[in-house]
């Protein structure tokens, strides 16, 4: 599902073809956007000295093996952010894939292979097949991944999903949040989402992060007035969103769509507002 108007990037980034992006965000940290793609997104190389991450894999329309390749040579480890379709696409063609070790995610291991499951994935949102693909490393929720010089803390920060994970890159005060917040709406209405762990994940983000932290997410604006951008967003944002989440538990009501500030919006349905009622 291409969106069929001509994209233009902001100022400094470069396009990879006619529908890959580039944009350097930090030395060896390279976000690789898909803003034709209508939920623009975001994915993200982390370079060390000895290997490199890919944080998201897209939908997977077009192959971003090709784009990685292009960038570094280094022994690569590709991380999901969650299983919705939009961010492992085309994830069985990687040889060497990591993922978060959770038990709902363990859960989905059959014989070395992981199997779908409808909710986590989505696929039939855009009639994606799901990429039957390989762990050969679990994640343990806290620990690091050492790229040589150049290290990644694994953080669980439910909400939008279940299985949703963040990469701290300490030195870097980079945070890349995904799912989580992004310019635009927020998707807590769909299966699985969960404002209770959303507002805890926002209180656990601020506690760990300095305030001078950039967060980059993985959907770009739209509209993007100065051009499409890898979507960076700021701690204020989070705080902006824990505080109207906290608004949102003590008020009982259920809005579909909540404003949180300029930039961002927040879509729940009743099931996500849900472990507020039973508790
Ligand atoms: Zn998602």
Not at 12 to 40: K, M, Q, S
Request: glycine fraction near 8%; charge should be negative.
């Amino acid at each position: 599902m291409e969106n069929n108007l001509p994209e233009v990037l902001a100022e400094g980034l470069r396009w990879f073809d006619d529908w890959f992006a580039l944009e350097d965000i930090a030395f060896g940290v390279t976000a690789i956007g898909e803003p034709r793609y209508h939920y623009r997104n975001w994915n993200y190389l982390i370079e060390g000295k000895d290997s490199a991450l890919l944080f998201d894999t897209g939908p997977g329309l077009r192959d971003i093996a090709l784009v990685v390749a292009s960038l570094t040579k280094k022994p690569l480890i590709v991380v999901p952010s969650h299983l919705h379709f939009d961010h492992v696409g085309n994830l069985h063609k990687f040889s060497s894939i990591a993922m978060a070790d959770l038990p709902l995610l363990r859960a989905l291991d059959q014989n070395g292979v992981i199997q779908e499951n409808a909710d986590l994935f989505l696929g039939d949102w855009e009639n994606l097949k799901w990429p039957h693909f390989s762990v050969s490393r679990w994640l343990a929720i806290g620990s690091k991944i050492d790229l040589g010089g150049r290290t990644l803390e694994v953080l669980h920060t439910p909400g939008h999903s279940p299985d949703s994970v963040t990469l701290y890159l300490k030195p870097d005060n980079i945070l890349l949040v995904a799912d989580f917040i992004y310019p635009g709406a927020l998707y807590a209405q769909v299966p699985g989402s969960n404002l209770a762990d959303y507002l805890t994940s926002a209180e656990a983000l601020l506690a760990h992060c300095p305030m001078f932290c950039r967060l980059f997410g993985a959907h770009g604006a739209d509209p993007a007035p100065q051009g499409q951008r890898a979507p960076e967003m700021k701690v204020a944002d989070v705080v902006d969103l824990q505080r109207a989440l906290t608004r949102l538990k003590k008020e009982g009501g259920q809005p579909e769509n909540t404003v949180i500030n300029d930039r961002v919006s927040l879509l729940a349905s009743k099931a996500a507002f849900a472990p507020w009622q039973s508790s």
